[in-house]
């Protein structure tokens, strides 16, 4: 590999090139070259190192993916040797190859219970619109065409394109012709703003209980599918209360209404188990993979199929019209079972369940008494921090967002990679991080979090 090329440029010239021909996602195009962007050339393990040659510890996994961390050997082997092998062949009109055949085998193993078929797309997204149709498919086959709305949360997020951000709750999203008809959102389960004085279960009942208030209202005959992620991740890793999930499974078997869980941000060992689904008690109808079913090294997502829908599209027939080039590309499966066998190699699972998932919440429990922050949640290795105004209350800060991304540049400068989801702060490091990188990112958080509290005039 050619690893003069970044010091060919220098950082002004690259970011020249950025602001001449590149479009990024989820940017203003007006503000974005302002500030120049940040030129990111190579990783390592926990770390990025960008062109002005700083180091800085990624505490997001690149976006919430790169669980086994950088600079994996092994899984550059897989690619390259599948590569040499069979670099593309596609799995449409009744071919396929070993690589999708073992991963698929290997998925439903590691899946819970009754979720035994795969299909493979290339993004979140995509798995997620695979989802909307196969839901559609599926009523249509049991004679309930009718069944065609999708329930969703507020905050939800489940993919950029039309159909998958329609699914999804971010109605910044949905401004941009993406509110597609037959979805319909509720309130998430977001204790910090909703849970008032309700003890845990009462809260949790409250919060399953808008979910019927959904359904009674559009009518169970409308309704195919309920859509949620287990811990939402986007929406800035809300955790549900202890026994959220059980009502809405009970609302949703009650009603004949699929579950869907999305678990692109929490399988694959974020929580400590492979799946939220497992850590949880979930029994999902489908399930949709994708981010660290690679660790983010080459794209691959995958819906899981459960045993109800599949055996309704088996025994009633008919061609399910959909697919991509790339469904089950055989390098991205590769690197995918290369991946998993590092996770279980190194036992990541236990590693996040016993060690650093709990170490996680105890390093950061202390931050709940800092003036700027109203509430700290983890699960496994998921956290955020979420900022507050006034921590009586609490009071949230008028312009959302304005003072999580001081606190993130702060934290960016200092050499520290988090996100900010309005006002909270994210963190989903890589499941290989360690307790001393945990000490790391706390020291450089909370120096974040005191320069942007002095700089406000707030201590
Ligand atoms: C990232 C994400 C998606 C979308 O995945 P893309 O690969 O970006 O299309 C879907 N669902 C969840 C929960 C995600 O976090």
């Not at 909370?446 to 201590?459: C, I």
């Amino acid at each position: 590999m050619d690893q003069s090329l970044p010091t060919t440029h220098s950082t002004q010239e690259w970011q020249a090139l950025e602001a001449a021909y590149h479009m990024p996602p989820f940017s203003d195009y007006k503000s974005l070259h302002e500030q120049g962007t940040r030129m990111i050339t190579r990783a390592e393990g926990h770390y990025i190192y960008d062109t002005e040659g700083n180091q800085i510890l990624d505490a997001m996994a690149g976006l919430w993916c790169v669980n086994v961390g950088y600079g994996r050997e092994e899984l550059v082997e897989a690619a390259a040797a599948q590569m040499r092998q069979l670099p593309y062949y596609n799995a449409f009109f009744k071919t396929s190859h070993p690589a999708v055949a073992k991963l698929s085998e290997k998925l439903a193993s590691l899946t819970p219970e009754g979720l035994s078929h795969v299909f493979y797309a290339n993004s979140g997204s995509e798995a997620n619109d695979t989802i909307i149709r196969m839901v559609r498919h599926f009523w249509a086959l049991e004679g309930k065409p009718e069944k065609r709305v999708i329930i969703g949360r507020d905050y939800g997020y489940h993919g950029s394109t039309i159909l998958a951000a329609s699914m999804g709750g971010m109605s910044g999203m949905h401004h941009q012709a993406a509110n597609e008809a037959d979805f319909t959102h509720i309130k998430p389960p977001y204790g910090f703003l909703y849970q008032g004085n309700q003890s845990e279960d009462m809260f949790a009942k409250t919060a399953a209980g808008w979910l019927e208030d959904a359904i009674l209202a559009h009518g169970a005959d409308k309704i195919g599918a309920f859509v949620a992620e287990p811990i939402q991740g986007a929406g800035g890793v809300i955790v549900p209360p202890k026994g959220y999930f059980a009502y809405i499974q009970e609302i949703c078997q009650k009603y004949d209404i699929l579950f869907i869980a999305d678990e692109v941000i929490t399988g694959f060992g974020r929580t400590g188990k492979w799946f939220a689904s497992e850590a949880m008690d979930l029994r999902p109808d489908m399930m949709t993979l994708a981010k660290g079913l690679t660790s983010g090294y080459v794209p691959m997502s995958a819906v899981m199929v459960g045993d109800r829908v599949f055996t309704s599209l088996k025994e009633k027939g008919g061609e399910f019209y959909h697919g991509f080039t790339y469904s089950g590309h055989p390098v991205a499966a590769a690197v995918a079972l290369a991946n998993l066998q590092i996770i279980e190699d190194e036992d990541l699972l236990t590693k996040v369940e016993e060690e650093t998932g709990p170490y996680l919440k105890e390093a950061l429990a202390p931050l709940a008494d800092h003036a700027l922050v109203g509430e700290v949640r983890t699960y496994g290795l998921l956290a955020c921090v979420e900022l507050v105004k006034d921590k009586n209350g609490p009071v949230l800060f008028e312009n959302t967002g304005e003072t999580a991304e001081i606190v993130r540049d702060h934290a960016i400068a200092s050499g520290l990679m988090v996100r900010a989801v309005r006002d909270g702060m994210i963190l989903s490091p890589p499941l290989t991080f360690g307790k001393a990188d945990i000490d790391e990112v706390v020291v450089k958080l909370t120096s974040a979090l005191d320069v942007t509290a002095t700089q406000l005039g707030m201590v």
